[in-house]
């Protein structure tokens, strides 16, 4: 049935609320996670997951729905399906990130590579944990913005517009 025709009105306001009781912060989750877990109980998790993928949000929400003890095993093959690409994703994103790097440093250039697979790693113990993203975002001084976007394009690389 998909998201669209599972999820209405008032359903939709219930995940909603848990779904986002249960990615934030986790002050939140430890202080309204029975109320998340209550209102995931209500909905067809057939459903729920609908909304999660459609969120990119599907590892966070089921690891701390677990948490919370509320599960279900199409959460548990879905995520575990989706953890072994984002850590393999993660990997090769985490090497594009340094290759970038290292040629800027060539040039003198100095860059931070943002978000990504070492974030994530940081804030959540895992790189799985957060739904893969399919870019690599690196900051360079406003000077050397034009001369980095040269580099990396003729490494291969394309900026985003």
Not at 48 to 77: M, T
Not at 100 to 116: D, I, P
Request: hydrophobic fraction near 45%.
């Amino acid at each position: 049935m998909g998201l669209t025709g599972a999820l209405r009105g008032q359903r939709l306001a219930e995940v909603r609320r848990a779904s986002r009781i249960l990615i934030g912060n986790p002050q939140r989750l430890v202080e309204q996670g029975q109320l998340a877990a209550t209102l995931l109980r209500r909905h067809d998790p057939g459903a729920v997951l609908d909304y999660w993928a459609a969120n990119r949000v599907v590892l966070l929400a089921v690891h701390r729905a677990r948490e919370l003890g509320v599960s279900d095993r199409a959460w548990d093959e879905a995520a575990e399906e989706l953890g072994e690409f984002t850590r393999a994703f993660g990997v090769r994103q985490e090497l594009a990130a340094l290759q970038v790097t290292r040629v800027l440093a060539r040039e003198g250039m100095q860059s931070l590579v943002l978000k990504g697979p070492g974030l994530a790693k940081r804030l959540y113990g895992d790189v799985a944990l957060r739904d893969p993203s399919g870019d690599v975002d690196v900051l360079v001084s406003a000077s050397d913005l034009p001369r980095a976007c040269e580099l990396i394009a003729s490494h291969g690389w394309t900026q985003a517009p």
